[in-house]
């Protein structure tokens, strides 16, 4: 028996019941049963990704799920802190085997994100308490790579060095973050200052300083994640969005991945989606969100993304976190308490204010 659908996943012309419930259910099938959640059956699997696709398992009331997705987060956290940046899981059932160990700065913090999304989801007390040793040690680990002038190395290589270089988009998935583990020291009453300075410095860095971050300006995330990794607000949210929209927007379509090539993401065009409702422009919102059916499979799932100039599906892969956003951003639209709460920002801790005298 199909469980009931909240009504925050329905939405006019994207979703009904029976589509939302299919959706699900197609994450569901691609979750191991050790909690994994990889890209698909078989696929590759990382820290973030298999984040939002847990996420997105709680908005559709499986909480169940995703708290295992938590667990096998817990239970695969390296000693300082970190998740290696890929692993695989065989179709078979096999062990699973890291495929890229290196350590992704913002793929090791979001842990913090989704931690705190499923507290909102459950008001379970017990859950937070048992999971907050492992945000702590996420954050940690990745406040230790923070650069001088605010912003954190995006990444740790295999021989522990980290390069003096950060990345916008991971360093403003890495603010929301903080100010999630922020959002649950507060409640657990456990201050942690050192998270303070560095969300500040942080979120000073990405709404000042771009040329502190490596130029990949060509990407739309590097456009859009200022904006969904609650940095920017107001009139700057505004003017971010609408500089490079014809730039990156494919009416009808979607969202391109990178500028200079005529292929649109549902991924990208789904988070672009959320990032629109966070500033007050749900209309734009659903109407990228409708315009992306043309990527949803019969099954419920979604191709990663669409070649528009050779009318051609690449790659060939459904993928769950491209369903996972497109589901948190139709609950943001439908008011999802939880959703609101992290994605809004307007209720989640900022850290310190400095400016460059600090």
Request: proline content about 5%.
């Amino acid at each position: 028996m199909t469980a009931a659908i909240p009504e925050a996943l329905l939405l006019d012309g994207v979703l009904d019941a029976e589509q939302a419930a299919a959706t699900v259910r197609t994450i569901l099938a691609d979750q191991r049963p050790d909690g994994a959640i990889p890209w698909f059956t078989g696929g590759h699997l990382d820290p973030w990704d298999h984040t939002e696709a847990a996420m997105a398992l709680d908005t559709a009331g499986r909480h169940d799920a995703a708290e295992a997705a938590y667990r096998w987060l817990t239970e695969n956290q390296n000693p300082d802190g970190s998740w290696y940046a890929g692993y695989t899981h065989p179709a078979d059932g096999g062990p699973v085997v890291v495929s890229n160990s290196a350590k992704e700065t913002n793929f090791c913090a979001y842990v913090a994100v989704g931690a705190w999304h499923h507290h909102l989801s459950t008001g379970d007390d017990t859950f937070l308490e048992w999971i907050w040793p492992t945000v702590r040690r996420a954050l940690d680990f990745v406040v230790g790579l923070r650069l001088p002038d605010g912003p954190i190395s995006w990444r740790q290589d295999e021989d522990g060095t980290a390069p003096q270089e950060a990345l916008l988009t991971g360093s403003s998935s890495i603010l929301h973050a903080l100010r999630c583990g922020l959002a649950i020291a507060d409640h657990l009453e456990e201050p942690q200052p050192d998270w303070e300075l560095a969300a500040g410095r942080l979120g000073h860095a990405v709404t000042h300083h771009p040329e502190r971050f490596l130029d990949k300006d060509r990407y739309s995330m590097d456009w859009y994640y200022p904006v969904l990794g609650t940095a920017l607000r107001g009139d700057a949210a505004a003017e971010r969005i609408e500089r490079d929209w014809d730039r990156f927007v494919v009416p009808g379509l979607g969202v391109r991945c990178v500028s200079d090539r005529p292929w649109v993401t549902g991924g990208e065009s789904a988070e672009l989606a959320l990032a629109l409702w966070a500033v007050g422009q749900s209309d734009r919102a659903v109407q990228i969100l409708r315009w992306i059916r043309h990527l949803r499979h019969e099954d419920g799932s979604y191709w990663t993304g669409y070649v528009f100039e050779d009318d051609a599906i690449w790659p060939e892969e459904r993928t769950t976190w491209t369903a996972g956003a497109l589901l948190l951003a139709v609950a943001a639209l439908g008011g999802d308490h939880a959703t609101v709460t992290v994605f809004g920002g307007d209720q989640l801790p900022s850290g310190l204010v400095v400016d460059d005298c600090c």
